[in-house]
């Protein structure tokens, strides 16, 4: 489980396909505590450490992690080229407070980003298009993780195969994720909020 709280901008070292269902990856970063077994999510999608190597004079490790075929086909992960820049959250741990909102790490689909709109002070505006399958859970005023990130969904419109979504992002968080360095036509992973789909699960 995550909040959405990004804590670092890795960088992609390596991407390895193992087989037609799998690829090892690994990414370069400065979190600390993370170890073989750790969950932590890649531009939101949870992903499991199986080794970790020590950088020491960088101060950084490299972590490495396998993603399977479901996650290549529904994540922007198998889009990732060696350099890309990643967002990147270690688990929610019991005693850490909730800054964003709950985030599993399962990616419900893509969306691409179709605008972008600089608003006063550095701020921006970001225009989503994603599946319709997702509009009941895409809610004015409610949250969504946009590749991990929590944010709160600002304006909501629909036709009759997408979903248009936007948000607003302040200069703290375009500088400490990678929305920052985003551009129109990118593809980027949404996660719903969880609490939204289970509630709406149970009409």
């Given at each position: 489980m995550f909040t959405?709280?990004?804590?670092?901008?890795?960088?992609?070292e390596s991407k390895?396909?193992?087989?037609?269902?799998?690829?090892?990856?690994?990414?370069k970063t400065s979190l600390k505590d993370i170890f073989?077994?750790?969950?932590?999510?890649v531009n939101g999608v949870c992903v499991t450490v199986t080794e970790v190597?020590?950088?020491g004079r960088e101060d950084k490790s490299i972590i490495r992690f396998d993603v399977g075929s479901e996650t290549l086909q529904k994540t922007n992960l198998g889009r990732l080229e060696i350099g890309a820049r990643v967002n990147l959250e270690p688990a929610l741990r019991l005693t850490d407070?909730?800054?964003g909102h709950i985030v599993t790490g399962h990616i419900e689909c893509t969306g691409k980003i179709i605008d972008i709109k600089s608003l006063e002070s550095a701020v921006k505006s970001f225009f989503v298009s994603a599946p319709k399958a997702i509009e009941k859970y895409i809610v004015e005023k409610g949250s969504v993780a946009?590749?991990?990130?929590s944010l709160t969904i600002n304006t909501k419109s629909a036709t009759l195969s997408n979903v248009v979504f936007s948000f607003v992002v302040i200069p703290y968080t375009l500088s400490h994720t990678t929305l920052g360095l985003r551009k129109v036509?990118?593809?980027?992973?949404?996660?719903?909020?969880?609490?939204?789909?289970?509630?709406?699960s149970r009409v």
């Open positions: 959405g709280i990004i804590k670092d901008i890795g960088e992609v390895k396909y193992v087989s037609k269902h799998r690829v090892a990856m690994s990414v073989p077994g750790s969950s932590v999510a190597e020590k950088r407070s909730i800054d946009v590749d991990g990130v036509g990118e593809v980027v992973n949404i996660e719903p909020d969880i609490l939204c789909k289970y509630l709406l």
